[in-house]
């Protein structure tokens, strides 16, 4: 479980950065707990719900990259299409955008 989710849920999970920065709050997790495929890697999302599925027995929180918010919302419904899953989508923006 991630420190910062232990108060929250009570579930094995995984996060999961999809391009952008990669977040130092999750330095020394493990594959099993935290993935970052970087902006620079054209298959990037491919890679992320590859390794998400790795982990079936756990909530995952993918956190994608603002610029890939299309391509996000058209993961999720290919992911409830396949796998009858529920997928939650929340748009975290800045003031300006």
Excluded: W
């Amino acid at each position: 479980m991630l420190p910062m989710l232990d108060n929250v849920i009570d579930l094995p999970s995984i996060f999961i950065e999809v391009g952008g920065i990669k977040s130092p709050i999750f330095a020394g997790h493990s594959a099993a707990h935290y993935a970052h495929f970087k902006s620079d890697d054209p298959d990037r999302t491919a890679h992320a719900i590859d390794h998400r599925m790795e982990f079936p027995d756990k909530i995952a929180f993918l956190d994608f990259e603002p610029v890939l918010f299309k391509k996000a919302i058209n993961e999720s419904v290919a992911l409830v299409d396949s796998f009858q899953c529920s997928v939650v989508l929340l748009y975290i923006a800045a003031r300006d955008e």
